[in-house]
Each structure stands twice: as C-alpha cells, then as structure tokens.
Nanobody, 114 residues
Framework: QVQLVESGGGLVQPGGSLRLSCAAS????????MGWYRQAPGKQRELVAA?????SPNYTDSVKGRFTISRTRNTVYLQMNSLKPEDTAIYYC??????????WGQGTQVTVSA
C-alpha cells in the first residue's frame, strides 16, 4: 500500500506561480513512477506531467514550458509558473507501484483567477 499526501494548492492570479508537493509513504520504496493529473469541472481527468526513474519527464502540451515536475525518492513536486485561468482544476498526485497498482492522493484545488 502507498499513501499519498498532497499540499500546495490555492488561489493565485493569472501569471502567478504555485508549487505542489506530494509525499508518498507506505511501500513507497517500490514506486515506479509518479505524476500529476488534474480534473476541471465538467471535464475528464487528464495527465499533466509524470516522471519515472531514469526517464525524461513528460508533459501535456498545454503546460510545456510553464510547469516542471521533479522527484526525490518519496516526493514529487510540480512547479507551476505563468498560470492561466484554464489551469484551474483539482490536481491529483498519482503513483504507480512496481506491481502496477495505481494510487491516488486526495486532490488539491488550484484556482487561477483575478
């Protein structure tokens, strides 16, 4: 079992920055990859960014050049710069165990508004 705890969401003006953090505990030593998804009202959950050991991170096109994902062994971060109103969503941390079980955090709200 892996437990994921997110932090760092909030309200920010357009053009501002936020940094999300997600700490993994439990069987976190066997996590294959970690990432961030988001879900806006009325939309499907979508991948924002993901990172695996030894691989380059991947990003959805709409955040390339603005968001940066990074990871220590048990924590994944999402640095979000130049935020836009369309980035408003609930952001969920995701972890894929080497067993291929998938785990989710509880979600953190990011609101970009003037």
């Amino acid at each position: 079992q892996v437990q994921l705890v997110e932090s760092g969401g909030g309200l920010v003006q357009p053009g501002g920055s936020l940094r999300l953090s997600c700490a993994a505990s439990g069987s976190s030593f066997s996590i294959k990859s970690m990432g961030w998804y988001r879900q806006a009202p009325g939309k499907q959950r979508e991948l924002v960014a993901a990172i695996s050991w030894g691989d380059s991170p991947n990003y959805t096109d709409s955040v390339k050049g603005r968001f940066t994902i990074s990871r220590t062994r048990n924590t994944v971060y999402l640095q979000m710069n130049s935020l836009k109103p369309e980035d408003t969503a609930i952001y969920y941390c995701n972890a894929v165990h080497i067993s291929l079980n998938t785990y989710w955090g509880q979600g953190t709200q990011v609101t970009v508004s003037a």
